[in-house]
């Protein structure tokens, strides 16, 4: 019977390690196709087999792709761009997260509702208007044009107020029953607690921000204000296409996300953790009810 019994287990751990392959194999293709294609010269690129390893290879195509562009200053554009705005987004989504989850104002569902109904407008639909108010302002083509627009998240609002209404109230209420005030129960109590979704935020942010093409293809004009998606694009000329030269600089492009995720890698497991020790996964789906409010000389909260 026991043998019988662990029949079934065994051939559905074969099959979950099978699909788990499998997926892997779907996951990494792109950039085994990605890394194969740079390594391929240009008069091979277009009789070129996908994921099979070209006959002879050209690893001097990764010199020359990054020399046909001004790397450097593509790289810096890309570091100064996504590290202003994910400074930005963290700021102002931490603190309207816990606006939302932690204290009680007129119409506070309602706007949180308002706020979320923008996550169905397609990116497109707010291009021209964010176009022309920075153009109105100036700002094209210049540093405050490109990240001005981007600072506020709303997906990172609705994240972070999620993983904020999953946290203890025990310390929050102590610390009113001192006299901190709001500021400092967010910056002292709820901030330390939200590391590692923190973290988790950031990084999903410096990710999208470092992949971004088409707001800063329209916010720049000159070569010197490119990020690094953009100039990848213009290797493609109007009657030619470099294939090999393209991949290899998207290749150099994907290392610094790699990097990073293998370095926050911990936080982002912990996050996940903590969702599930609070009962759902990260981010609930539902907010707690709310308890009744503490006496203190602070603001009133949820």
Known sequence: ?????????????????????????????????????????????????????????????????????????????????????????????????????????????????????????????????????????GWVDTYPGLVSSELVSVAGIFLLRQFFLTLPRDLEDAARLEGAGEWTIFRRIVLPQSRPALVTFAVLALAAQWRSFLWPLVATRSSDMRVLEVGIASLHGAYDLNWPYQMAVATAAVVPLVVLYFVAQRHVTRALELGAAAGTAWPPSAPRPERPLSAGPAGRRA
């Open 1 to 137: 019977m026991r043998s019988r019994a662990s029949v079934p287990g065994r051939w559905g751990g074969l099959v979950g390690g099978g699909l788990g392959w499998l997926l892997g194999l779907i996951m990494v293709a792109p950039f085994l196709y990605m890394l194969t294609t740079a390594l391929t010269g240009a008069e091979d690129s277009l009789d070129h087999t996908p994921f099979v390893g070209p006959s002879h290879l050209h690893p001097e195509t990764f010199a020359a792709a990054l020399a046909a562009l001004p790397f450097g200053r593509l790289v810096l554009n890309s570091l100064i761009f996504s590290g202003a705005v994910v400074a930005g987004q963290v700021f102002t989504s931490t603190t309207a997260a816990y606006a939302f989850a932690r204290l009680r104002f007129a119409g506070r569902d309602r706007l949180f509702l308002g706020y979320l109904s923008v996550l169905m407008l397609p990116a497109g639909v707010l291009l021209v208007p964010r176009f022309l108010l920075i153009n109105a302002l």
